[in-house]
T-cell receptor, first 115, second 118 residues
Framework: GDSVTQMEGPVTLSEEAFLTINCTYT??????LFWYVQYPGEGLQLLLK?????DKGSNKGFEATYRKETTSFHLEKGSVQVSDSAVYFC??????????????FGPGTSLSVIP | GAVVSQHPSWVICKSGTSVKIECRSL??????MFWYRQFPKQSLMLMAT?????????EQGVEKDKFLINHASLTLSTLTVTSAHPEDSSFYIC??????????????FGNGTRLTVT
């Protein structure tokens, strides 16, 4: 079945460090891909998305490129801030007609940024 | 932007009682809403898909009679945890997709409900 795999955390970085959170997926066809962020005690917020191969999603300095050939959607940010501390979830929506409504989440990666 | 309001944000109840959680889309209509459960430091587990005007679709392993879902209108879905037990303590999150945005548009999430059963 469709699935999402993320690098295990927790990840701890110093402020202004470069961030990469790896995400790979398994899916039939061409899913849409998303990164969601969850701040402590809150629900999830959409961070960015890409709906087809080679698309680059970007928001708040974060970016991720939909790589069909490597089935990956790695999240990157050039300079993290303390306020970026949160849990990041990679997710996909399958394109199969019978299940396109579902969103499948990866396990999440906790990021802590220290001053 | 699209807002999903979830209420209450936290609730403490005694074992054996029932708790109702509401999920409202404030500025869009949602034919479908989703209910997730999140255990500490774990990912979201889809419990059920709530369809307006019809029965909810439950994921394998989720007890239908324990987690009652009602989707009475295009802006409201409710999850009732019946005869709650301490193992039902968890973080419950609802989400909805704007029906005007297409099947692959992102989900909009509520802020979640922390349920503690004593």
């Amino acid at each position: 079945g469709d699935s999402v795999t993320q690098m295990e955390g927790p990840v701890t970085l110093s402020e202004e460090a470069f961030l990469t959170i790896n995400c790979t997926y398994t899916a039939t066809g061409y899913p849409s891909l998303f990164w969601y962020v969850q701040y402590p005690g809150e629900g999830l917020q959409l961070l960015l998305k890409a709906t087809k191969a080679d698309d680059k999603g970007s928001n708040k300095g974060f970016e991720a490129t939909y790589r069909k050939e490597t089935t990956s959607f790695h999240l990157e940010k050039g300079s993290v801030q303390v306020s970026d501390s949160a849990v990041y979830f990679c997710a996909l929506t399958p394109r199969m007609k019978t299940s396109y409504d579902k969103v499948i989440f990866g396990p999440g990666t906790s990021l802590s940024v220290i001053p | 932007g699209a807002v999903v309001s979830q209420h209450p944000s936290w609730v403490i109840c005694k074992s054996g009682t029932s708790v109702k959680i509401e999920c409202r889309s404030l500025d869009f209509q949602a034919t479908t809403m989703f209910w997730y459960r999140q255990f500490p430091k774990q990912s979201l587990m889809l419990m059920a898909t709530s369809n307006e005007g019809s029965k909810a679709t439950y994921e394998q392993g989720v007890e239908k009679d324990k987690f009652l879902i009602n989707h009475a209108s295009l802006t409201l879905s409710t999850l009732t945890v019946t005869s709650a037990h301490p193992e039902d303590s968890s973080f419950y999150i609802c989400s909805a997709r704007d029906r005007g945005q297409g099947a692959n548009s992102p989900l909009h999430f509520g802020n979640g409900t922390r349920l503690t059963v004593t």
